[in-house]
């Protein structure tokens, strides 16, 4: 989906990322079939919204994660068909969309009811407005998220989704640069959290929020973790 201050990604493939740990070459579903579940109708006039958001600020920290990127994360999620899975700021929905393709059921939040509406219209299940008011019930197989960055937004809602993940379960998210810099109590007690749930973290490319067929864009740095619960 999208997400906030960094809530998006698709590297216009420049470098290989920089790789902090190692992750497994066997992570990801091999499938590549899309796989067809009951879902809401998508209405045909969600094209049309879409791009009439181009250019617009919306939303809290929002920048779209580009398809390719989250493509993969749904794959390094290994989501299986029927599976249940959580994208926390869905943003316009493009997460979202790479787990339904993968043949799960997706429940979505997002604060924005702009892009509330257009989620509507391209069929998803909106679970909630504020992810922050969540229940943390383990109910969920994955996890795929790119949470808002600012006033570590992005330590907060990572901690919350994973405690919504079923034991086995797979949390793939984004984060912003920041958090993995900053000297702050809340930035420290995260990267030891991290440290805890033996998270694989790598680099996103420069650039990788900046490709020009986004919604939004922003020069912001971001890194990927994977959790394996």
């Known amino acids: 989906g999208s997400s906030p201050l960094a809530r998006g990604t698709d590297p216009e493939a420049p470098p290989e990322p920089e790789q902090h740990r190692f992750i497994p070459a066997g992570a990801g579903n091999s499938s590549t079939g899309k796989h067809k579940i009951p879902h809401l109708a998508v209405h045909p006039r969600w094209r049309g919204e879409q791009r009439a958001l181009i250019g617009q600020k919306i939303g ?17 999620a290994n989501i299986q068909p029927g599976q249940k899975v959580i994208e926390p700021s869905a943003g316009s929905g493009n997460l979202a969309q790479a787990a339904r393709e993968a043949g799960a059921h997706v429940d979505c939040w997002e604060i924005s009811s702009t892009l509330r509406d257009l989620l509507t219209l391209k069929g998803f299940t909106l679970a909630g407005h504020d992810f922050t008011e969540a229940t943390p019930a383990p109910i969920y197989d994955a996890v795929l998220m790119n949470p808002p960055f600012s006033n570590r937004q992005d330590a907060d809602h990572i901690q919350r989704a994973h405690a919504m993940l079923k034991p086995g379960g797979r949390l793939i998210a984004i984060a912003g640069e920041g958090v993995f810099n900053g000297q702050d109590a809340k930035a420290a007690q995260f990267r030891d959290w991290l440290t805890a749930q033996n998270a694989q973290v790598q680099k996103l490319p420069p650039g990788t929020f900046n490709a020009p067929d986004l919604l939004a864009t922003t020069q912001a740095n971001a890194r990927m973790i994977v959790i394996h619960k």
């Open 60 to 76: 809290v920290d929002f920048f779209p994660t580009p398809p390719a990127l989250a493509q993969k994360m749904a794959e390094l």
